[in-house]
């Protein structure tokens, strides 16, 4: 890498456009390596963009109590699933940290104290995204940790704060499914990219949700009904979405890409925000 890019991607200083923010439907881990519709829709959302200074994720793959960020020079690619193929558990992302971003999101945060992580890494709900979307691995990459005992509102309302990193370039991803209850995925479904009636009427209630900026019918999970409880039967992948939606500015236009349901009740729907 040569010191005109290194000194590029590590200023952070505010730039003329601010960065979109994205949500990812990630999906299965074996989208990590594979070639499908998905993951091009990644590609293209990613070279649609400026370059960012750097990238920083919230995954549904990292609960913990408190909040956290990822601080070390060079996160580790973490393979946290099983029973996948061999060549799934060989991939690596080695793109950089960077402590000094980190120490500035515990700075911008202000509402709760943000520990600095030296141990997690980069788990599958962010490489498998990332590594499409920017394969030379040169941009740094940050990790947000969710605080699994907070509600839907509390990350709405934490994410606000990170609000000026995207006028200093940092591409915010939040990496989950809007739609995921693995317990009652149909293998045929998952063949033909279809889903239950029940998960494409609420996969399309979410859409125009979130187009018309109704964030709080979204984060109010008991305002989802039936059909809620059975596309959230647990929020893990769910609050990414709302780390996504906080960070939306009143002038943010909204696109909607990779809107297919795969297995009956998993979302791949993404979101890109300004």
Do not use: C
Request: aromatic share 10%; proline share 5%.
């Amino acid at each position: 890498m040569d010191l005109q890019f290194q000194n590029y991607i590590n200023s952070f200083k505010e730039r003329e456009n601010t960065m979109p923010v994205l949500f990812i439907g990630h999906g299965s881990p074996m989208n990590g390596f594979e070639d499908n519709a998905f993951t091009q829709g990644w590609i293209d959302a990613a070279q649609a963009m400026e370059l960012p200074s750097a990238v920083l994720v919230v995954s549904a793959h990292w609960l913990t109590r408190g909040t956290h960020v990822t601080a070390m020079d060079f996160p580790e690619t973490i393979h946290d699933f099983g029973g996948f193929p061999d060549e799934l558990y060989q991939i690596q992302y080695p793109a950089p940290g960077s402590p000094d971003l980190a120490t500035e999101i515990q700075k911008d945060i202000r509402t709760v104290e943000v520990g600095l992580d030296h141990e997690w890494g980069l788990d599958h709900g962010t490489w498998t995204v990332v590594r499409h979307m920017f394969p030379e691995a040169n941009i740094p990459v940050l990790q947000l940790s969710i605080d699994y005992s907070k509600p839907a509102h509390y990350h709405y309302n934490l994410a606000n704060q990170l609000m000026k990193l995207r006028k200093k370039g940092v591409l915010i991803i939040g990496s989950g499914n809007m739609i995921h209850n693995l317990r009652m995925i149909d293998w045929q479904m998952m063949k033909e990219n279809k889903g239950y009636d029940w998960a494409e009427e609420l996969n399309n209630q979410f859409i125009q949700l979130i187009e018309n900026k109704q964030h709080s019918k979204l984060y109010n999970l008991q305002e989802l009904g039936e059909a809620g409880k059975l596309a959230i039967p647990t929020p893990d992948h769910y609050y990414p979405l709302m780390y996504s939606l906080g960070l939306q500015d009143a002038k943010d236009d909204v696109e909607i890409f990779n809107n297919h349901l795969v297995g009956g009740s998993l979302s791949m729907t993404s979101v890109k925000i300004g």
